[in-house]
């Protein structure tokens, strides 16, 4: 595990390239409603009974890290929140993805949107499970 020396930020590859930042989780949320906030704070919950992990603020979003980042969070509109997971394969047959990237042969970028909190459900369970496995 390498630590920026500039900003303290833990990465899996040494020098790994990142943008050093002092934003904070504050900043991100700040004049959010209280519905998006909601919806962070359970996601979050919900991450907190799988695993530990920490937090890491950028200007666009917060990453969710373990050995390396599996999840962000990646705005929070008025009425919803936007995020993604990051799994070792594409999971086209569920309807938790709005939208998947493909990075590299390994790694998919799975975009998910929670309007309510029963968005969080037992199937987006099962992969942010998944993910934070892979985070491992």
């Known amino acids: 595990m390498w630590i920026c020396p500039e900003c303290q930020q833990k990465f899996v590859n040494s020098n790994q390239w990142h943008s050093c930042n002092q934003n904070t989780i504050e900043h991100f949320l700040e004049g959010k409603t209280e519905d998006t906030l909601r919806l962070y704070q359970l996601l979050i919950d919900e991450f907190k009974c799988i695993g530990e992990f920490e937090l890491h603020p950028a200007k666009t979003r917060i990453a969710l890290n373990s050995r390396m980042r599996f999840a962000s969070i990646n ?14 394969r594409r999971y086209d047959e569920t309807a938790c993805f709005h939208r998947i990237e493909t990075v590299t042969k390994s790694a998919h970028v799975h975009h998910f949107k929670l309007c309510h909190k029963e968005d969080i459900n037992q199937e987006l369970i099962h992969y942010m499970r998944m993910a934070y496995q892979l985070g491992q």
């Open 75 to 88: 705005r929070l509109g008025d009425k919803y929140l936007a995020g993604h997971l990051v799994l070792n």
